[in-house]
Nanobody, 127 residues
């Protein structure tokens, strides 16, 4: 079964940047659409972005568009989320997950359409 592990979270000041990584093991990543999600305390898990299996298609939530960029390196079984111009509202646990069969990277990134969740990595944006 595909296993995903996130890393790269931490504490950053407003306006700063972080790059999150999502590493796959037990199975090759290159056939999967991968989504990034986040969950702040007391809030629902929300979709942040997705990337198609080839990397040619990406999609972003309006709240992060223009600030976050997702990319992938299939040869090394890695997916990344580059986060720039971070704001306190970006504070959350960030997760990566693999889309279920037949789900494409288009439209809203919906958590019910994803599985094989990683354990998450904490991102805190604070001065």
């Amino acid at each position: 079964q595909l296993r995903l592990v996130e890393s790269g979270g931490g504490l950053v000041k407003p306006g700063g940047s972080l790059r999150l990584s999502c590493k796959a093991s037990e199975y090759s990543l290159d056939h999967y659409v991968i989504g990034w999600f986040r969950q702040a305390p007391g809030r629902e898990r929300e979709g942040v972005s997705c990337i198609s299996s080839s990397g040619r298609a990406t999609n972003y939530a309006d709240s992060v568009k223009g600030r976050f960029t997702t990319s992938r390196d299939n040869a090394n079984n890695m997916v990344y989320l580059q986060m720039n111009s971070l704001e306190p509202g970006d504070t959350a646990i960030y997760f990566c997950a693999a889309a279920l069969f037949g789900i494409y990277c288009s439209g809203d990134v919906i958590k019910e359409e994803y599985g094989n969740w990683g354990q998450g990595t904490q991102v805190t944006v604070s001065s």
